[in-house]
């Protein structure tokens, strides 16, 4: 199950649901990892357990998940107008 913890580099993954105007937005270690465990939780259908960035856990229904957008490894992430 993807968790949130500070201690390494994360990959930012936003999901979107079909019934929720906002995403579910977690820090992945293992972005691969993450894939594969996704894949196997659309094949297998049902309730899908993934930790957010604040430590939530959410039980997404595998079926109304709309998208999952993984964003690439290390990136600039700097605010304003630098």
């Known amino acids: 199950m993807p968790q949130s ?4 580099t994360k990959t930012r993954v936003k ?5 929720a105007p906002r995403e ?5 270690d293992d972005a691969e990892r993450f894939i594969r465990e996704f894949e196997s939780a659309i094949a297998a259908g049902g309730v899908w357990w993934v930790t957010d960035r604040e430590g ?6 595998v079926e109304k ?3 999952v957008d ?9 605010i304003g107008f630098g």
Do not use: C, K, N
């Open 5 to 8: 913890t500070s201690t390494s």
């Open 15 to 19: 999901i979107g649901l079909t019934f």
């Open 24 to 28: 579910v937005d977690i820090d992945v």
């Open 56 to 61: 939530h856990r959410h039980g997404l229904v």
């Open 65 to 67: 998940i709309a998208y």
């Open 70 to 78: 993984v964003e690439p490894g290390e990136r600039d992430r700097t």
